[in-house]
Nanobody, 126 residues
Framework: VQLQASGGGLVRAGDSLRLSCLAS???????????MGWFRQAPGKDREFVAAIPASGAFSSVGAAVKGRFFISRDNAKNAVYLQMNNLKPEDTAVYYCAVSRIRHVQTHPKFYDFWGQGTLVTVSS
C-alpha cells in the first residue's frame, strides 16, 4: 500500500473528524517535493475536490463547499497529510481519498494526481 488513509467514521452533524493519510517512504522518498490533495466521492456523484496543499505547505486551497470548515495540513517529516473537518454536515457524507501529485504546486483537478489512497468513509447523520 502506497497511501494509507484513515480516520473516517460515523458522526453526527456538527461533529469534527480528522483524516490522516500516510505515504510509504519506500515509494515517496521525496514526499516533501510533492503536492497533496483530498477529494471525496458520494454515491452517484463525481469525485469532488476538497483541499490541496503544495510541497512547501506554505498555504492551501479548499473547495467552496467546505471553506471555513475543513483545513488541510502536512507533516513532511512523517510523510503525512491531514484533513481536519469541523462542523460536519450530512452533505459531507462520502468516501474521502488522499492523493499525491508529482507537481509541487496546488492542483484542484484529480487528473494532476498520480497516486491515490484506498479511501476512508465518512458518514454524517442529521
Amino acid at each position: 500500500v502506497q497511501l494509507q488513509a484513515s480516520g473516517g467514521g460515523l458522526v453526527r452533524a456538527g461533529d469534527s473528524l480528522r483524516l490522516s493519510c500516510l505515504a510509504s517512504e519506500r515509494t515517496f522518498s521525496n514526499f516533501s517535493d510533492t503536492g497533496m490533495g483530498w477529494f471525496r466521492q458520494a454515491p452517484g456523484k463525481d469525485r469532488e475536490f476538497v483541499a490541496a496543499i503544495p510541497a512547501s505547505g506554505a498555504f492551501s486551497s479548499v473547495g467552496a463547499a467546505v471553506k471555513g470548515r475543513f483545513f488541510i495540513s502536512r507533516d513532511n517529516a512523517k510523510n503525512a497529510v491531514y484533513l481536519q473537518m469541523n462542523n460536519l454536515k450530512p452533505e459531507d457524507t462520502a468516501v474521502y481519498y488522499c492523493a499525491v501529485s508529482r507537481i509541487r504546486h496546488v492542483q484542484t483537478h484529480p487528473k494532476f494526481y498520480d497516486f491515490w489512497g484506498q479511501g476512508t468513509l465518512v458518514t454524517v447523520s442529521s
